[in-house]
């Protein structure tokens, strides 16, 4: 991989000026800042866009600017074709699963790696603004893309080139990892707070419960009150720590909740050591959902500028942008607890129409299937957009090993009905015409129902 990105690095040289393209999440984001801070220290001019999903529409566009060299980032692999066909001098640093092929085609899917866990965009870019220039300092973001994207997942810790990634970075002592409680908000959120938001697992008496979440730590003698109601997780003693992770256990065991939801609690968590303590960034999962608050709602350049280090502005826009992201995952939970989740014989699934915003939908989707869903199918969720109906699909590790592909079901079934889709095998998305959605349903059923059957 890195002798290809040593080639595509020799064509970026020759350029003056480049135009970069990237998706609006956090692996987007952060393959971004990557490409932009490696540029911007080659002396190489960029000019940066950002969109939702690379579509004919946009590719003409960009055709029509007519760069003298195109660099996409995290999205371009499934639009090898299309980029051709219009004439585009491009480099694609991406890890969706590809089709077609493309002459500076930097992707680990092509280097024996799966990128839907073991490489993640922004590690793709990575090792290409390694060839760049020296910019073994950027690793951090490069995990947190990983992150963003649900790369560690699969077997509860990075693998894989990730992992070869981040024992550079911890070498170079740009990060560290540990054993730690799993739960959202160590850095920046009181401690009762990550009882009471977690959804993965979806705590039995406490998950929603504010007043229960308080109460089970006073029980356990962890100090609450008065100035003490913010202590964070940072703030407390090991000791305090390792009491709070065997209570919320025992806790977890006596309600009855099954043990591999319970061993979730504990997991490696990734800490960026160049970040100032209690801050988003230091932590690579709060990091990622920092940039998520930013892009999907049309605030990328917020995210990029605090990719690239901007601390000020930049960082005080994108927390205010991640206190209504949060009040939206919310509510689009709650909707879909209220409204329900429909079963069909191998797909489970919702319709937002207008209530959540086609951006998230994919992240309500996959927290929902642990929070009011079955694990026995992919769940299929549906948004209003302006070009038609966006699909978000998402599934689980456990179906992956029974066969189920999504990225190819979702592109197959969209394309019946004149739609497009494509991403991984446990996470993919589409958009197809509002009138052929429940064609469109059926179709995705039939062929999910065959990939279970084929295995
Ligand atoms: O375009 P992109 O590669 O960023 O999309 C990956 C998506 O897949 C993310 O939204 C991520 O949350 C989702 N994912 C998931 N579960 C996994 C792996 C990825 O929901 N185990
Ligand atoms: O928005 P949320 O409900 O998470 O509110 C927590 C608030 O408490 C935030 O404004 C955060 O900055 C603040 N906080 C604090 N001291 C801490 C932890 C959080 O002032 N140690
Ligand atoms: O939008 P969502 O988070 O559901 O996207 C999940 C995955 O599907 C992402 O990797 C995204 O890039 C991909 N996707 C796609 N084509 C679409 C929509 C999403 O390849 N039309
Ligand atoms: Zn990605």
């Known amino acids: 991989m890195k002798e290809h990105a040593r080639e595509c690095n ?27 801070k490696a540029l911007q220290r080659a002396g190489i001019n960029y000019e940066m866009r950002f969109v939702k999903q690379l579509d004919d529409n946009i590719i003409e566009d960009i055709a029509n600017i007519n ?80 992150i963003g994207d649900m790369q560690h997942l699969k077997k509860g810790h990075l693998t894989g080139v990730n992992r070869l990634l981040l024992e550079e970075g911890v070498k170079n002592g740009h990060l560290s990892y ?52 913010w202590r964070r997780w940072i703030d407390l003693e090991s000791a305090e720590k390792q009491r709070i992770i065997s209570g919320v256990m025992q ?41 998520n608050a930013t892009a999907r709602y049309d605030h990328a350049e917020t995210g990029l500028a605090v990719c690239m280090g901007e601390r000020g502005k930049a960082y005080e826009d ?26 069909l014989d191998h797909i489970q699934y919702f319709d937002a129409g207008n209530k959540i915003k086609e951006t998230i939908v994919g992240i309500i989707a996959g927290m929902s299937i642990t929070s009011a869903g079955r694990r026995d199918k992919p769940i299929i969720a549906f948004a ?32 019946s009905v004149n739609g497009a889709g494509g991403g991984h095998d446990i996470a993919a998305g589409a958009t197809i015409p509002a009138t052929g959605r429940n064609e469109f349903l059926n179709k995705l059923d039939e062929i999910i129902g065959s990939q279970f059957q084929k295995n």
């Open 384 to 415: 209003d957009s302006d070009d038609g109906v966006k699909v978000s699909a998402r599934g689980t590790q456990d179906l992956i090993r029974k066969g189920l592909n999504l990225s190819q079901a979702m592109s197959d079934a969209a394309g």
């Open 67 to 146: 760069p003298q060299l195109a660099i996409f980032t995290d999205l371009g692999s499934g639009m090898l074709d299309s980029i051709n066909a219009n004439g585009i001098n491009a480099i694609v640093s991406d890890h969706h699963q590809p089709r077609g092929e493309g002459k500076y085609h930097l992707n680990p899917h092509l280097f024996g790696a799966n990128g839907s866990y073991q490489l993640s965009g922004s590690g793709t870019t990575y090792i290409l603004a390694n060839e760049i220039g020296q910019n073994k300092d950027l690793v951090d973001i490069a995990m947190v893309g990983a």
């Open 251 to 291: 806790h977890c065991i006596k309600s009855g909740l099954q043990p591999f939801k319970v061993e979730r609690l504990i997991g490696e968590v990734y800490v960026l050591l160049n970040e100032r303590e209690g801050t988003e960034m230091r932590d690579a999962s709060e990091f990622s959902t920092l940039l």
């Open 318 to 343: 994108a927390k205010k942008l991640l206190g209504e992201h949060r009040q939206n995952l919310v509510n689009g939970l709650k909707l879909v607890k209220e409204n329900g989740i429909t079963q």
């Open 178 to 229: 540990e054993k730690d409680i799993t739960l959202f908000g160590k850095q920046t959120r009181p401690v009762y707070k990550l009882l009471q938001f977690s959804s993965d697992p979806f705590l039995p008496g406490l998950s929603g419960d504010e007043d229960a979440c308080i109460g089970f730590l006073h029980d356990m003698n962890i100090r609450f009150g008065g100035d003490e109601r």
């Open 10 to 36: 020799t064509e970026i040289q020759k350029h003056e000026s480049v135009y970069v393209v990237s998706h609006i999440d956090a692996d987007g984001l952060t393959s971004a800042g990557i490409i932009c």
